[in-house]
């Protein structure tokens, strides 16, 4: 990769998330955090308005954009098989949005590179979590966006009926069915919900702040946590 490249590869990555550490660029760009700093530190020299520090993680400056960049024949075939995997397996909203987006991304392409996206011998068969279980995972999704509290009436995979309030989190798929991660008010812990055992939904009007130890980073952590101790009592 030209420097040149790498240069606008670490813009577009700071980007895309709230925060970026130069360990997570270096392996997503396949060089080490030395280049990564000096990398970043050239395009603070530029005026690129990068804030952060080596060691800490680096954030861009809400406002900042670029001119629109044309997309090369494998990123087009690799947007529209991205398209085809997920447009059943979405919740109601995102689905309906996605041939909307793949129009303008189709439009904007020369013709060689949009016949060939078009062409794309990728597809995926129309099989996916059911209508009433996209409705609600759409309500979830946008109650986790807005932090708002729901209700549940939960029948878990014994068949036991529970009435939860839980702090959505996100939505997570797993090949065949989609769950909620969520902070559950009356275990004062983290818990898994499958979508399609959700038995009555109702998003509450209070809303949830991020508290130490409740949020989706936490939760990451956890986990992370929980799989290395089971590897370490597995190589013992």
């Given at each position: 990769?030209?420097?040149?490249?790498?240069?606008?590869?670490?813009?577009?990555?700071?980007?895309?998330?709230?925060?970026?550490t130069?360990?997570?660029?270096?392996?997503?760009?396949?060089?080490?955090?030395r280049?990564?700093?000096?990398?970043?530190?050239?395009?603070?020299?530029?005026?690129v308005?990068?804030?952060?520090?080596?060691?800490?993680?680096?954030?861009?400056?809400?406002?900042?954009?670029?001119?629109?960049?044309m997309?090369?024949?494998?990123?087009?075939?690799?947007?529209?098989?991205a398209?085809?995997?997920?447009?059943?397996?979405?919740?109601?909203?995102?689905?309906?949005?996605?041939?909307?987006?793949?129009s303008?991304?189709?439009?904007?392409?020369?013709?060689?590179?949009?016949?060939?996206?078009?062409?794309?011998?990728?597809?995926?068969?129309?099989?996916?979590?059911?209508?009433?279980?996209?409705?609600?995972?759409?309500s979830?999704?946008?109650?986790?966006?807005?932090?708002?509290?729901?209700?549940?009436?939960?029948?878990?995979?014994?068949?036991?009926?529970?009435?939860?309030?839980?702090?959505?989190?996100?939505?997570?798929y797993?090949?065949e069915?989609?769950?909620?991660?969520?902070?559950?008010?009356?275990?004062?812990?983290?818990?898994?919900?499958?979508?399609?055992?959700?038995?009555?939904?109702?998003?509450?009007e209070?809303?949830?702040?991020?508290?130490?130890?409740?949020?989706?980073a936490?939760?990451?952590?956890?986990?992370?946590?929980?799989?290395?101790?089971?590897?370490?009592?597995?190589?013992?």
């Open positions: 990769m030209r420097r040149a490249e790498r240069l606008f590869q670490i813009v577009q990555l700071i980007r895309g998330r709230r925060l970026s130069a360990r997570f660029l270096a392996e997503r760009l396949e060089v080490s955090e280049t990564v700093y000096r990398d970043v530190a050239d395009l603070m020299a530029q005026g308005p990068i804030e952060g520090e080596a060691g800490v993680g680096y954030r861009m400056n809400a406002g900042y954009d670029l001119a629109p960049l997309f090369t024949r494998d990123e087009a075939q690799s947007l529209v098989a398209v085809r995997l997920a447009r059943s397996r979405l919740d109601i909203g995102l689905a309906a949005q996605t041939d909307t987006a793949m303008k991304i189709l439009a904007v392409l020369p013709p060689l590179e949009r016949a060939a996206a078009e062409s794309l011998a990728v597809y995926a068969p129309p099989v996916g979590p059911d209508e009433a279980t996209r409705v609600r995972l759409q979830l999704r946008t109650a986790a966006e807005a932090r708002r509290k729901v209700r549940i009436e939960y029948l878990d995979l014994k068949d036991k009926r529970s009435e939860r309030v839980l702090r959505p989190l996100g939505c997570f797993w090949s069915v989609w769950t909620l991660a969520a902070w559950c008010e009356a275990r004062a812990g983290f818990r898994n919900f499958r979508v399609d055992r959700i038995e009555r939904l109702e998003v509450l209070e809303r949830f702040r991020d508290e130490p130890g409740r949020t989706l936490d939760l990451f952590r956890s986990t992370e946590q929980e799989m290395s101790e089971r590897d370490a009592s597995t190589d013992a």
